[in-house]
């Protein structure tokens, strides 16, 4: 892709995304300059962070050339962030956008003095190369557009098939934090994800140029839109078990570990465990829709149940959890409740089996109700 350079930045230093996703591997902010023989086309911003070293990398990129657009694909401001900056130094570009993106920019007070708003299937001559734009709405904003480049066989494919970390992190390994990042942002909206794939499946694609992560050619390009066509229909990945927990003082944390063995003594498949007050939730998140079952421990607090299982289903409940059987254990010393409230929780959730019976759990396991997890799991397995 000698005509196609890539002017991304990396933030290694950004400890959470979007102020709630912990980054070991900081997080990279992907921009692409797209030189057509009469124009040239800058696909996307970058974080305001990091405003400065992209405009030099955009500049350097050009060699000389001035831009004629900037193609706006997604509002949100860790790409938007430097607009007015590029705007301000290149004045005469026009910002090729979807409408709903011209309200967007209204709204993060962007002056745009040139905008063309372009629609699906609407074209782009940069001479010898096009661009050619596909509505994208709902990954993960109304806003978004993807651009493809039929000579190149690229599609500049937004925040879809993106990752945390920056650009070179985990390179032999694109699945885990892809899937950390796709559960946790765009998960909830698996419809919208199975209509572009729908759209891309007559366009040959040799590069997937997302907005964040690497840029994926060859196996990983492959691996990658397959593993978007199980997680966007809510399928399961990953046959196995999440035992996840939320325990006040080790007792209900006790009963879980007891319940992980007997998974793992009967060939579950993959068992993972957390702790919901301790462990990474995103990655809670990531797990619960990789794997097909899900146990859910809790200690009865304050007549419902402790917040970091409260907050655990929250998401679940947000990001559209589905097509999954789940077992519940409670723990109350003295009116437990946590079944009931899981339960209540969950009932928004589509296609979602709670397996019979529960566990009731009065303080400590006592041994004779090792017979109860035992069935609990051989229900959760039928």
Request: proline share 4%; net charge negative.
């Amino acid at each position: 892709m000698k005509n196609i350079k890539y002017v991304g930045c990396d933030d290694a230093d950004l400890d959470l995304f979007e102020s709630q996703y912990a980054l070991p591997d900081g997080m990279c902010y992907n921009s692409y300059v797209v030189l057509g023989e009469k124009q040239v086309a800058v696909m996307d911003a970058v974080d305001a962070r990091c405003a400065h070293e992209w405009l030099n990398k955009v500049s350097e990129a050009l060699d000389g050339r001035t831009p004629d657009y900037l193609v706006c694909q997604h509002m949100e401001p860790d790409h938007s962030g430097s607009m007015a900056a590029f705007l301000a130094k290149y004045p005469q570009a026009t910002v090729l956008c979807s409408k709903q993106a011209v309200t967007l920019m209204k709204q993060f007070r962007i002056e745009a003095p040139n905008v063309q708003i372009v629609a699906e299937g609407e074209c782009i001559d940069l001479g010898g190369l096009s661009l050619q734009f596909l509505a994208a709405p709902m990954i993960h904003w109304p806003e978004v557009i993807m651009t493809y480049c039929p000579e190149e066989q690229v599609l500049f494919s937004a925040d879809a098939f993106g990752k945390f970390g920056v650009y070179h992190a985990d390179e032999d390994d694109w699945a885990c934090e892809a899937r950390r990042y796709y559960f946790n942002i765009v998960g909830k909206y698996g419809v919208a994800v199975t209509s572009l794939l729908k759209k891309l499946t007559d366009k040959p694609i040799v590069t997937i140029a997302p907005l964040h992560g690497p840029m994926l050619e060859g196996e990983k390009k492959d691996e990658a839109l397959r593993l978007y066509g199980i997680w966007s229909a809510y399928g399961v990945e990953t046959e196995g078990v999440l035992v996840a927990y939320a325990s006040i003082h080790g007792n209900t944390a006790k009963v879980a570990h007891r319940i992980a063995d007997i998974l793992k003594s009967k060939n579950a498949g993959k068992v993972a465990i957390t702790d919901l007050s301790r462990d990474d939730m995103a990655e809670a998140i990531e797990d619960a829709f990789r794997m097909n079952r899900l146990v859910l421990c809790c200690a009865t607090y304050d007549g419902d149940i402790f917040p970091a299982m409260h907050l655990f289903l929250h998401k679940l409940r947000l990001k559209a959890y589905q097509n999954r059987r789940v077992a519940l254990v409670e723990n109350g010393s003295w009116a437990p409740q946590a079944v009931r409230v899981m339960k209540e929780m969950l009932a928004g959730c589509k296609n979602v089996e709670i397996v019979e019976p529960t566990v009731t759990i009065r303080g400590a396991l006592k041994p004779e109700q090792t017979a109860e997890l035992e069935e609990l799991v051989e229900a959760l397995l039928k």
